[in-house]
């Protein structure tokens, strides 16, 4: 069996910065509130004229590709992590195949696991060139959330979260064992789909009349099941996340033969810097081992981890034999791991 390395990775995040005395102007919210309860102190924010969820992805996959020295053409599938498709469907993996001028009509195939969706597909991606069916994978995470918030005080839990911006890897296969993605784990628990959630278009519709159709989800469905933006019980959502990212972490570790002291980098899902604190003090992780950002971007959902291996490759902190564990949790619920051997 082939390993997969990592040669490249990328990041795009648009030009405007939202910060949260911006969010002030226009919400009931603080400053204060959103950096005591989630460390963010600004977000981007994408211009509709000027940026699209594949188009970040394009954006940032052109940087991966040049610091891996490989073209568009190079590439033999495409993977494309997002929840905030520019289009209902077909997902952006196909328009990336275009707008990134890649020459063969080559397969792209979309991961819709929100939160968790970079790792899932970098897992996807990691099996494919295992087993030897192709050799050079782009996998991206991209999210254009600001356009699906409620910016108004009554989205204000949700919608101060939640920033734009695009993340790319260049995954190609190697010979040599030990190194590249030692293992992934994937979990799911669909039982809090309604958690974290935005439920519409979905399984949300009207009869010809006019009349909502009541389906099994939305037994109860007013018209307010039409909302498009995000709903989530934050509270919940805290609450297993601690315990998920710290279970699936050990497991990564477990199944290598390895411990946190063996850990050079934790590279977490953004979600809330409380949550990255719990995590680390739990592993017992000194502070230059874990790397936060959402104090800049917020949470970008499929796009945050790749942002953060781009910004760890320019800043020069990837060293060969290093070893990277990186871990999510969100929407689903779904949680995932990755263990990588630089
Ligand atoms: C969302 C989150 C930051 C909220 O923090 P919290 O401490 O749980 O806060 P609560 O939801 O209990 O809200 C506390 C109060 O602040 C208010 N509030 C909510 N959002 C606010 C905002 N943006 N600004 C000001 N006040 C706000 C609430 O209305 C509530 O007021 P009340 O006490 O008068 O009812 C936190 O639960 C969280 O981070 N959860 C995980 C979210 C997450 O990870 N999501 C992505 C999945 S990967």
């Given at each position: 069996m082939y390993s997969s390395r990592i040669v490249g990775a990328g990041h795009y995040v648009p030009p405007k910065v939202v910060t949260n005395k911006d969010l002030e102007k226009i919400m009931d919210t603080s400053d204060e509130w959103i950096r005591e309860r989630s460390g963010i102190e600004e977000r981007r924010f994408v211009d509709i004229a000027e940026d699209t969820t594949a188009g970040m992805g394009v954006k940032a996959a052109k940087i991966a590709l040049e610091r891996a020295g490989l073209t568009p053409d190079d590439i033999d599938f495409i993977v494309f992590a997002t929840l905030s498709p520019d289009y209902f469907f077909p997902g952006p993996g196909v328009t990336v195949q275009h707008e990134l001028g890649c020459k063969r009509n080559i397969g792209a195939l979309d991961v819709r696991n929100q939160c968790s969706g970079f790792i899932y597909a970098l897992s996807t991606a990691d099996q494919f060139i295992k087993t030897g069916m192709y050799k050079t994978i782009l996998v991206i995470g991209s999210e254009t959330h600001s356009n699906g918030l409620d910016l108004s005080t009554r989205g204000r839990a949700v919608s101060v979260l939640f920033g734009d911006g695009a993340g790319a890897v260049v995954l190609q296969r190697s010979?040599?064992?030990?190194?590249?993605?030692l293992s992934t784990h994937l979990h799911s628990q669909g039982?809090?789909?309604?958690?974290?959630?935005?439920?519409?278009?979905?399984n949300v519709s009207k009869d010809a009349n006019g009349n909502l159709i009541k389906t099994k989800y939305y037994p109860?469905?007013?018209?307010?099941?039409?909302?498009t933006t995000p709903q989530m019980d934050g509270q919940l959502v805290f609450k297993n996340a601690i315990i998920r990212f710290t279970e699936v972490i050990n497991e990564a570790l477990e199944a290598n033969n390895l411990?946190?002291?063996?850990?050079?980098m934790f590279v977490p899902h953004q979600a809330n810097l409380r949550i990255t604190q719990f995590v680390q003090k739990k592993m017992q992780?000194?502070?230059?081992k874990v790397y936060s950002n959402i104090q800049r971007y917020g949470n970008t959902t499929a796009a945050t981890i790749p942002i953060i291996l781009s910004e760890l490759w320019e800043q020069g902190r990837i060293k060969e034999n290093d070893l990277f564990v990186l871990a999510a949790f969100g929407s689903g619920f779904t949680w995932a791991s990755a263990l990588i051997r630089w």
């Open positions: 010979e040599e064992q030990g190194k590249g993605i039982e809090f789909a309604d958690v974290l959630c935005v439920r519409a278009p979905g109860n469905m007013e018209e307010d099941a039409f909302n411990s946190t002291n063996d850990l050079d992780l000194p502070d230059e």
